[in-house]
């Protein structure tokens, strides 16, 4: 893997990191735009809709692609608890209106109106691999706000294991 110099320090790091760990700059890609990081698990799903479900002509097909093309793809057991992945819950603003907390779902997924975001929508797509403060332009121009995550399914699984291995030795 070849290192990157931080953009703010100067100091040579693997681009596979969120932060500088000199400065604690957050990183940026070769482009100068926010870091994609994708989960192992999520990975060939988003791959398979891009090849199955968006024909050659369809308008999100470039989007979902250069999104992939920018990912560093990373294990879910390591995936950092700050990225939205699918099934992550997150809080968002769209341009000026009222920040909105929903779920990134894939597309085959039951929805409740109103609770969740298809990934196969430009805010889906948008959300996917980012992390708190991100802004990203949505087609249209307008500027969508990462501004927190409320509930990431790689996080919980990992509390999850520490949780059930600190109870096996515990009495009944």
Do not use: W
Request: hydrophobic share 40%.
């Amino acid at each position: 893997m070849t290192a990157i110099s931080c953009h703010a320090c100067g100091i040579a790091v693997y681009p596979h990191l969120i932060s500088c760990p000199h400065c604690g700059t957050r990183m940026l890609d070769k482009k100068g735009k926010n870091p994609c990081f994708l989960s192992a698990q999520d990975f060939p799903l988003i791959e398979a809709y891009v090849s199955l479900e968006l024909g050659p002509q369809h308008p999100l097909r470039g989007a979902l692609l250069t999104k992939i093309e920018r990912a560093s793809i990373m294990p879910s057991e390591r995936m950092p608890s700050n990225i939205v992945t699918l099934g992550t819950r997150a809080r968002y603003r769209v341009g000026g209106m009222d920040a909105e907390s929903r779920t990134l779902t894939a597309p085959q997924a039951r929805v409740v109106p109103g609770a969740h975001v298809p990934l196969l929508s430009p805010s889906g797509i948008a959300l996917l691999g980012q992390r708190p403060g991100d802004m990203v332009i949505l087609p249209g121009g307008e500027m969508l706000t990462l501004l927190s995550i409320e509930f990431q399914p790689e996080a919980a699984q990992r509390i999850g294991r520490r949780a059930g291995t600190a109870m096996k030795g515990a009495p009944l």
